[in-house]
């Protein structure tokens, strides 16, 4: 895993994204692979981890920073499993769940 610092350098891209959405005082955490590879049937994209991410967009920007998030991320892989325990009453164990569900879709 890379620090923020060495992503900036490989990809000047981040640094600017993270600059014109944050301010000098806020603490930004990214995660960037040594390698990527791309979700497999193996390997899906799981409804827990995009609740994680979404529900990080809300607390910092409401629903519209979720719903950018969604429109501007590329790549979405039609492997994808939704994980989440008892999917039929997710009011139990998913915060935002309708919010989500309604920018996810």
Not at 75 to 94: A, I, K, M, Q, V
Request: charged share 20%; glycine share 6%.
């Amino acid at each position: 895993m890379q620090h923020l610092e060495d992503a900036a350098d490989s990809n000047p891209e981040n640094a600017a994204m993270v600059d014109s959405v944050c301010a000098s005082s806020d603490a930004v955490w990214m995660y960037v692979p040594d390698a990527h590879e791309r979700p497999t049937s193996d390997f899906p994209v799981v409804q827990t981890y995009l609740d994680v991410v979404l529900n990080g967009c809300m607390q910092w920007g409401g629903v519209s920073a979720a719903e950018e998030f969604i429109t501007t991320t590329g790549g979405w892989s039609e492997y994808f499993l939704n994980d989440t325990p008892l999917g039929r009453r997710p009011w139990l164990n998913r915060l935002n769940y309708q919010a989500i569900d309604q920018v996810s879709e």
